[in-house]
């Protein structure tokens, strides 16, 4: 199969998107024809990542301008002290401007050396190249950039778009099968808020998907980006439509953070519970169908997406839970803003709750 390119125009900024088995061999060819160059080059690795395949990557780059930094990734060390160490490199090696920074890995490793590179004297080349699903169809698209902290996750962070992004299809054959379920929360997600027909094409070969069959898993792959491309062109900043592709985040990321970023509930594995509880929010507030609801919910039964996970919480939690709800990022006026549902393609978004609703939806829906 060819590789398949897709162009994100922003205001200020373009950049392209290639996808495909074996794309990572053309960077060098990638990056001389985005004009791409530079004295030298930081490549942050995700540790996690094969090092026969970091090998292979390494030798397409120039080995005196190349420096490589190993990241431990996971969300406790996407911090600001795992950032402080990419900048320690970059000003001791005294990188400039025109100096280029690489993230191999998945969205923890590429939002961390995103958040570097654009606070690093205001802004350096950045090349994202994800290796796991969920970044190649969500994290490395769109500039979003961020660290997590004490009261919640990724609320430090920027918008900085990449130079270049370079999805390789190969890499999700090394991946285990519960990383590859957390990258299909986020291509479902793109689905239900945008595109009925793409999620009838998910509830028809879902399983396919998640054993990455072709040429399922490349029509998903490029479907899930080529939506989240659009919105992100009409609304770089998050202003009004981008807020949509939160839908479900704000429970997950209060689930994530209660649990401690532990790994119990990945961030994947917290986006299909929180699409699940956005989903029911919707459906008892009159906004979405049973009908529409019971698609859902039976798509997500149907694969085992939900599996035990409301058992990882208690009655002890719900405080904790709402307390990293009230911190996302996306309140105003000292509610909760929420991102929900009228039917699959159309979503809602500028909704905001007090914190009484929203506490006895969740001692009724989450704590069995």
């Given at each position: 199969m060819s590789l398949i390119k897709l162009q994100v125009k922003t205001t200020n900024q373009k950049y392209p998107i290639i996808i495909g088995k074996g794309s990572v061999n053309k960077l060098t060819v990638l990056m001389k024809k985005n004009s791409i160059k530079f004295n030298q080059c930081l490549v942050v690795v995700d540790?996690?990542?094969?090092?026969?395949?970091?090998?292979?990557?390494?030798?397409?780059?120039?080995?005196?301008?190349?420096?490589?930094?190993?990241?431990?990734?996971?969300?406790?060390?996407?911090?600001?002290?795992?950032?402080?160490?990419?900048?320690?490199?970059l000003l001791k090696k005294n990188f400039n401007r025109n100096d280029c920074l690489i993230s191999i890995g998945g969205g923890i490793t590429g939002d961390v050396s995103g958040f570097a590179a654009s606070i690093f004297k205001r802004g350096i080349k950045f090349i994202n190249i994800p290796t796991t699903?969920?970044?190649?169809?969500?994290?490395?698209?769109?500039?979003?950039?961020?660290?997590?902290?004490?009261?919640?996750?990724?609320?430090?962070?920027?918008?900085?778009?990449?130079?270049?992004?370079?999805?390789?299809?190969?890499?999700l054959k090394t991946l285990p099968k519960r990383e590859i379920v957390c990258g299909y929360g986020e291509i479902l997600k793109h689905s239900i808020i945008a595109d009925k027909k793409f999620f009838n094409f998910l509830d028809k070969n879902g399983?396919?998907?998640?054993?990455?069959?072709?040429?399922?898993?490349?029509?998903?792959?490029?479907?899930?980006?080529?939506?989240?491309?659009?919105?992100?062109?009409?609304?770089?900043?998050?202003?009004?439509?981008?807020?949509?592709?939160?839908?479900?985040h704000s429970f997950a990321h209060a689930y994530e953070a209660t649990l401690g970023y532990s790994k119990k509930l990945n961030h994947g594995e917290a986006v299909i519970l929180g699409i699940m509880s956005a989903s029911k929010f919707s459906l008892l507030n009159k906004f979405l169908s049973i009908n529409e609801f019971k698609l859902i919910e039976n798509h997500l039964n149907k694969l085992k997406l939900l599996?035990?996970?409301?058992?990882?919480?208690?009655?002890?939690?719900?405080?904790?839970?709402?307390?990293?709800?009230?911190?996302?990022?996306?309140?105003?006026?000292?509610?909760?803003?929420?991102?929900?549902?009228?039917?699959?393609?159309?979503?809602?978004?500028?909704f905001q709750f007090d914190?009484?609703?929203?506490?006895?939806?969740l001692k009724n829906e989450l704590i069995k």
């Amino acid at each position: 199969m060819s590789l398949i390119k897709l162009q994100v125009k922003t205001t200020n900024q373009k950049y392209p998107i290639i996808i495909g088995k074996g794309s990572v061999n053309k960077l060098t060819v990638l990056m001389k024809k985005n004009s791409i160059k530079f004295n030298q080059c930081l490549v942050v690795v995700d540790n996690n990542i094969p090092k026969k395949i970091i090998k292979k990557i390494l030798k397409l780059l120039p080995k005196k301008q190349t420096i490589t930094h190993s990241f431990k990734a996971n969300e406790i060390n996407k911090n600001q002290k795992s950032v402080d160490k990419i900048l320690k490199i970059l000003l001791k090696k005294n990188f400039n401007r025109n100096d280029c920074l690489i993230s191999i890995g998945g969205g923890i490793t590429g939002d961390v050396s995103g958040f570097a590179a654009s606070i690093f004297k205001r802004g350096i080349k950045f090349i994202n190249i994800p290796t796991t699903l969920l970044a190649q169809v969500d994290s490395s698209i769109g500039g979003k950039t961020g660290i997590n902290s004490n009261f919640g996750k990724n609320l430090i962070g920027s918008f900085y778009q990449p130079s270049l992004v370079i999805s390789d299809i190969n890499f999700l054959k090394t991946l285990p099968k519960r990383e590859i379920v957390c990258g299909y929360g986020e291509i479902l997600k793109h689905s239900i808020i945008a595109d009925k027909k793409f999620f009838n094409f998910l509830d028809k070969n879902g399983s396919k998907i998640l054993d990455l069959k072709s040429p399922f898993i490349e029509k998903s792959i490029y479907l899930s980006c080529n939506l989240k491309k659009k919105i992100v062109e009409l609304d770089e900043k998050e202003l009004n439509l981008r807020k949509i592709l939160n839908f479900g985040h704000s429970f997950a990321h209060a689930y994530e953070a209660t649990l401690g970023y532990s790994k119990k509930l990945n961030h994947g594995e917290a986006v299909i519970l929180g699409i699940m509880s956005a989903s029911k929010f919707s459906l008892l507030n009159k906004f979405l169908s049973i009908n529409e609801f019971k698609l859902i919910e039976n798509h997500l039964n149907k694969l085992k997406l939900l599996n035990d996970f409301n058992k990882l919480f208690s009655n002890n939690d719900l405080k904790k839970i709402l307390f990293f709800m009230k911190k996302d990022k996306k309140n105003i006026n000292e509610k909760i803003s929420l991102i929900l549902l009228k039917k699959i393609g159309s979503p809602l978004y500028n909704f905001q709750f007090d914190e009484k609703k929203v506490n006895l939806f969740l001692k009724n829906e989450l704590i069995k």
